[in-house]
């Protein structure tokens, strides 16, 4: 395989997840009890062997520099590559479905032109998946077009967000379009491209710095050759707080929790190291996860519980969501509610929200 950065994007954001990104960017939205969406992208890229990757961050970056730091979880804090952490454009992105602006990537080119790479190898993070980019790499070099995007077939396109691409028989993209109805080519964020041909679309189209990279590449068709790569694998997308929802409680399921997390590419994320979790006695828990420095004293039913989670005697949670060190108060009742990080529910209190449309409880919330 030849040599290839990795490039994520952070910079865009979305108005559909409320509270939960007022003060953070969606690449560091909690998921899965202990990780953060970039963990995602960032773990691929590093299991392939890709060790100098870029970060292209949002004007409200602190949480995602809490976060991932100089690189360490992901043995990228090197002397040679590493983690690069790169200014975005103020702002970034907030059309839905864009993930690539094409300022971003003028404004960080000088970790583009001083690398001798052969490839780029681009990646959001609002889709949850444990992707082997060798596959991905070797079929670009093998096919010899300058880009090739990663898809994943889906039943029902019309349930997605994102852009969609028709392709002719021999995978090559004929088409790039923002909905579609049945089967579709759902595109996954994800994409190579070739550094040299990359250097020169930026000098091409630096008038249309304001443009998203994808939607450049779909005006260009009958110009520029795409491949398309089919990844088979699950894709969980996170566009709106239902998908956050129903993406998350995915890893309830077993089989998705052994393709993410129980393979030899693992998922890397931030070290927090806590006691195990404490079953006091009486407390009943069914079909969830709890993370360590967790106490629980009531009841959890289909629930994702982050670290340092208490829930004190009489308590039931059903069908939720909840980050680092919240504490919900004897007799609380609670049902598809979304907890930001140190939210105190008082004794007795009742939330109920549906899966549809989930209540979201802010950060330091007490109620």
């Known amino acids: ?28 939205l909690p998921f899965g009890g202990r990780y953060r969406m970039i963990d995602f992208p ?22 995602l ?11 990228l804090n090197r002397k040679v590559g590493g983690m690069f952490i790169l200014p975005g454009a103020i702002y970034g992105i907030r059309s839905e479905g864009s993930k690539f602006l094409l300022r971003d990537i003028i404004t ?40 090739t995007v990663a898809y994943k077939k889906v039943e029902k396109g019309e349930k997605y967000e994102g852009l969609f691409f028709n392709l002719d028989d021999h995978q090559n ?3 790039i379009n923002y909905t579609a109805e049945g089967e579709a080519n759902y595109f996954l964020d994800c994409f190579v491209i070739d550094r040299e041909f ?17 939607e450049i590449v779909a005006g260009e068709l009958g110009e520029i050759g795409v491949d398309a790569y089919e990844f088979t694998g699950y ?21 998705v929790r052994a393709e993410l997390f129980e393979t030899e590419r693992k998922i890397y994320t931030k070290i927090q190291d806590e006691a195990p979790a404490l079953y006091r006695p009486g407390s009943r828990v069914k079909n969830s996860l709890i993370s360590s420095g967790c106490v629980i004293e ?16 009489g308590a039931k949670l059903e069908n939720c969501i909840v980050a680092q060190h919240a504490v919900i108060g004897e007799g609380a009742v609670i049902r598809n509610v979304i907890f930001d990080k140190y939210v105190e529910v008082s004794a007795g209190v009742h939330l109920e929200g549906s899966p549809e449309h989930p209540l979201v409880l802010s950060k330091n919330e007490k109620l």
Request: glycine share 6%; charged share 20%.
């Open 108 to 147: 960080n080119r000088r970790y583009i032109d001083h690398d001798d790479a052969d490839y780029v190898l681009f990646c959001g993070t609002n889709k949850v998946f444990n992707m082997d980019f060798s596959a991905l790499i070797e079929q670009h070099e093998r096919n010899a077009y300058p880009i």
């Open 198 to 214: 990359l250097i020169s679309f930026m000098n091409w189209f630096d008038r249309l710095d304001y443009m998203d990279i994808m």
């Open 65 to 75: 520099m809490d976060h991932v730091g100089e690189g360490k979880a992901w043995a």
């Open 235 to 255: 894709v969980g997308a996170v566009n709106s707080m239902a998908d956050y929802l129903q993406v998350n409680f995915d890893t309830l399921k077993s089989s």
């Open 298 to 313: 009531g009841e959890v039913e289909n629930c994702i519980l982050s670290r340092s989670t208490h829930v004190k005697k």
């Open 42 to 63: 960032l773990s691929s890229m590093v299991n392939t062997g890709i060790r100098n990757v870029g970060i292209i961050t949002p004007y409200n970056y602190r949480s």
């Open 1 to 28: 395989m030849k040599k290839t950065i990795g490039l994520i994007s952070a910079n865009y954001t979305s108005n559909k997840f409320g509270a939960l990104t007022a003060k953070r960017t969606p690449a560091s």
């Open 173 to 175: 993209v004929t088409g």
